[in-house]
C-alpha cells in the first residue's frame, strides 16, 4: 500500500473537505512551527489578544497568527460597523508592531451562509488556511486555536513549541478566566469555570478515557491529524467539543499544563451557550446558586466503565448477567438490546482486549456519555448546588479540602487538581 506524503494528504483534505482556497498570497517562512487561528466576530479588543501574543517570550521558531474576522449574510449593521473597526485597529496594530519571529494576517471572511456563519466555520477557515500554509512548506507543525478575547500566559508560545517538539498530536491548553471587575460577574465566573472543572474531574473518577477540557480558545493539533480528521466542522457552537473527541483518540494527545489561556469572564450574546451565554444567564436569573450534576450519577457512571474490560470475548449468558448488576439508571439509559447488540457486534470485530476497547469508545464517546448525564439528572438524580457537588466530589477522590470552603477556594483547588495532570495522555 502507497503510503501518502504529508502534500498530498492535505492535497487529498484541501479536494474533499476544504471550505476555500488559500487566501494569503505571502508564503510563510519555512521554519514556521505554529501558526494560531483566531475567529472574531464583533470584537472590540482583538489588539489586546495580538499585543499579548507579541510580547510573550519568543519561541526558537517564527509564529503566525490568523485572524479571521467573520460575519454572514445577515448580521446586524452594528456588528458589521464593529467588524471594520477591528480590522482597521489591527491593520494599525500590524503596520506598527515589527517582531522579526510574529507575523499577522487577516482574512476578512464576509457574506458566510446563513447557516451556518458562526464559530465554527470562522475556526475551519482558519486552520484549513494554516494547514494549507504549513503544507505549502512541507512542515508538519501545529495549528493553534485561541479567541480575540483572550490573554495568555509569557511562557504560552515557547511552552506550545516544547510540546509539539515531544511529538504531540493534539492537546489541551491549561486555561483560567480572567477576573471581572464586577462582582456579580466575577461570583458568576467563578461557579461557572468550577462547573466546567467539575464535570471533567467527575469523568476522570468515573474512568472515562476521554476526559478532558474542551474549550475552543485553548486547544491544538498537528497539520496531519487534522487534515486525517477531515478537519474542523462548522458548528455554531459546541465546536470544540465535537472537534477534541474527534480528533484525542487519533494518538499523542497532551495536556499542556505548564502554560494558561486567560478566556474573557464577559457576557456574549454571539453564541448560544458557552461562557458568555453562561454570565448572561447569571445575570438575567438574579445570580442564582449554580448547580450541576449530582455525584452519584458518576458513581452509577463509573461501576458501568469498571466493567468495560469484562466485555471483551464474553458469552451471552454472563453478559446478560453482568447487566443485570448495572445500576438502575445505566440499565434505563444503556437498554438490553442496543447494549448487547453493540458488544456482541463489536467482540466479532476485534481480537484484543485493546482494540475492543479503542472501538468501545468510539461507541461510547463523550456525547453519548453526556446525553447519559443529562438523562441520569433528568429521571434519577436532581441537580444539587455546585459547591456541594463540587465539596462531595472531593471527598469521592480522598482530596483534602475544607468543608467550609467557597467557591473560590473549590475552584483553586478543581485548578490545582487539573495541572496535576500534564504530560501525555494514554487512553487504554
Not at 489588539?47 to 507579541?54: D, K
Not at 467539575?198 to 491544538?220: C, D, K
Not at 474573557?264 to 450534576?293: I, M, N
Request: one cysteine or more; aromatic letters at 12%; glycine letters at 6%.
Amino acid at each position: 500500500m502507497k503510503t501518502e506524503t504529508f502534500r498530498e494528504k492535505i492535497s487529498f483534505y484541501q479536494q474533499r473537505f476544504g471550505y476555500e482556497a488559500p487566501q494569503i498570497p505571502a508564503p510563510s517562512h519555512p521554519k514556521t512551527e505554529l501558526i494560531i487561528v483566531i475567529p472574531c466576530y464583533d470584537e472590540p479588543n482583538l489588539t489586546g489578544t495580538l499585543e499579548s501574543l507579541a510580547t510573550c517570550q519568543p519561541p526558537q521558531a517564527p509564529v503566525e497568527v490568523i485572524v479571521v474576522v467573520n460575519q454572514g449574510v445577515n448580521t446586524p449593521e452594528h456588528s458589521i460597523a464593529q467588524n471594520q473597526q477591528t480590522v482597521a485597529q489591527a491593520n494599525e496594530w500590524i503596520a506598527t508592531n515589527h517582531q522579526e519571529w510574529l507575523t499577522v494576517h487577516i482574512i476578512k471572511a464576509y457574506n458566510l451562509p446563513k447557516k451556518s456563519a458562526g464559530v465554527g466555520l470562522a475556526r475551519k477557515i482558519g486552520m484549513d488556511e494554516a494547514l494549507y500554509r504549513l503544507g505549502a512548506i512541507g512542515n508538519n507543525g501545529g495549528i493553534v486555536c485561541l479567541d480575540a478575547d483572550c490573554r495568555v500566559a509569557s511562557n504560552y508560545l515557547v511552552a506550545l513549541e516544547q510540546a509539539f517538539a515531544q511529538g504531540i498530536q493534539s492537546a489541551s491548553i491549561h486555561f483560567e478566566h480572567r477576573p471581572d471587575v464586577s462582582e456579580v460577574l466575577q461570583e458568576g465566573i467563578v461557579q461557572y469555570e468550577l462547573f466546567l472543572r467539575y464535570y471533567v474531574a467527575a469523568l476522570r473518577l468515573a474512568g472515562f478515557p476521554y476526559a478532558y477540557h474542551t474549550i475552543g480558545s485553548s486547544m491544538a493539533v498537528r497539520a496531519h491529524i487534522y487534515a486525517l480528521s477531515g478537519g474542523m466542522n462548522r458548528r455554531k457552537a459546541g465546536e470544540d467539543f465535537y472537534f477534541l473527541h474527534k480528533i484525542a483518540p487519533l494518538g499523542k494527545y497532551y495536556e499542556i499544563s505548564q502554560t494558561t489561556v486567560y478566556p474573557s469572564s464577559r457576557t456574549s450574546h454571539r453564541v448560544p451557550f458557552g461562557t458568555g451565554k453562561a454570565q448572561q444567564k447569571w445575570l438575567d436569573h438574579a445570580q442564582e446558586t449554580l448547580s450541576t450534576y449530582d455525584p452519584k450519577t458518576f458513581s452509577d457512571l463509573k461501576a458501568f466503565l469498571d466493567c468495560s474490560p469484562q466485555l471483551f470475548q464474553i458469552n451471552d449468558h454472563t453478559l446478560k448477567e453482568l447487566y443485570k448488576t448495572f445500576p438502575a439508571s445505566i440499565q434505563a439509559f444503556f437498554g438490553w438490546e442496543e447494549f448487547a447488540a453493540q458488544v456482541q457486534d463489536i467482540d466479532q470485530k476485534t481480537a484484543t482486549l485493546e482494540s475492543f476497547l479503542k472501538r468501545w469508545y468510539h461507541w461510547l464517546d463523550g456525547l453519548k456519555i453526556l446525553k447519559y448525564v443529562h438523562f441520569a439528572r433528568d429521571h434519577y438524580y436532581p441537580e444539587i448546588p455546585i459547591h456541594e457537588a463540587s465539596q462531595q466530589l472531593l471527598n469521592m477522590l480522598k482530596h483534602p479540602s475544607s468543608s467550609s470552603a467557597n467557591a473560590t477556594a473549590l475552584l483553586e483547588t478543581y485548578r490545582t487538581i487539573d495541572k496535576s495532570h500534564q504530560g501525555m495522555v494514554a487512553f487504554f
